[in-house]
């Protein structure tokens, strides 16, 4: 469950990180037939989900609620304001956000998590949540165009301090789920082009997700007898971090020949 991340806005079907970790749970030794179903719809907020699964997704009976939420809930922690690229108005506000100051947001998130994991109690389901990654400037070593994204939105640097205090709030806050994993940081070893755009990835981007997702869904599957045990030989993607060498800054190459060096 999420917003367009979810949904996978910017690649084919199959390359969405629910269809990914579909494909990492086929190649498992389950008891049982797992059926990951895709229930992102494209800019939802935590809000506007956390309804969903209370008013329809529950009827489903479903087993686990996999939640990767974060980026669309950045703006909820802004009062209204209106620009040429924007119009956060108070309708919107209440559309997405609920009624409450922008500033108790992340805690808002929080309770709804944990309502949402208590009412799993209840019925029967678990609940992992995840606190998705976003282009910012900490972790990975970004590219040009990742760099480019972060500057072409004009409160993007409210919403890199708003994710943070989000972050924070949540792995605190939010109780009674079977998991609250932040995700922030997957992508930290990987000096690849990664984003899209803020939040947007790219088919490896969505696998790394989906890795690092079933990470977390094992210990459920093995707690349910569904998997026998933990493997210990799943399949990693291979993390690339740029090797620096010697610092040349101040080296004088002039009248030196450096044909294969």
């Known amino acids: 469950i999420g917003g367009s991340t979810t949904y996978g806005n910017g690649v084919e079907e199959e390359f969405a990180w629910p269809s990914q970790l579909q494909k990492k749970l ?11 179903i895709n229930a992102g719809i494209g800019a939802a907020s935590a809000f506007q989900n956390y309804k969903q699964i209370k008013n329809k997704l529950t009827s489903f009976e479903p087993d ?16 209204e304001y ?23 947001h992340a805690l808002i998130m929080a309770k709804r998590y944990s309502e949402i994991c208590n009412l799993g109690k209840k019925i029967g389901f678990d609940v992992i949540v995840t606190i ?30 708003n994710h943070k205090i989000l972050t924070k709030t949540i792995l605190e806050k939010t109780n009674s789920c079977s998991a609250v994993v932040n995700l922030t940081r997957i992508f930290d070893d990987y000096d690849l082009p990664l984003y899209a755009d803020r939040v947007h990835t790219g088919n490896l981007g969505y696998e790394i997700i989906a890795e ?39 080296s004088d190459f002039s009248g030196k020949d450096l044909e294969g060096k």
């Open 82 to 104: 209106s620009n040429k690229y924007t119009n956060w108005s108070k309708e919107k506000i209440l559309a997405l956000c609920g009624e409450h100051p922008p500033e108790e």
């Open 26 to 36: 086929d190649e498992l030794n389950l008891e049982k037939d797992v059926e990951v």
């Open 212 to 250: 690092n997702i079933l990470d977390n869904v094992v210990p459920i599957l093995v707690e349910k007898n569904i998997l026998n045990e933990k493997p210990n030989n799943l399949e990693k993607i291979p993390k690339n971090k740029f090797q620096f060498g010697q610092d040349l800054k101040y």
């Open 64 to 79: 686990l609620f996999i939640m990767f939420e974060g980026a669309n809930d950045q703006e909820c922690m802004l009062h």
């Open 132 to 161: 998705q990654p976003t282009n910012e400037f900490e972790g990975k070593i970004l590219t040009t165009q990742e760099l480019e994204q972060i500057f072409a939105h004009p409160v993007r640097g409210i919403h890199i301090d």
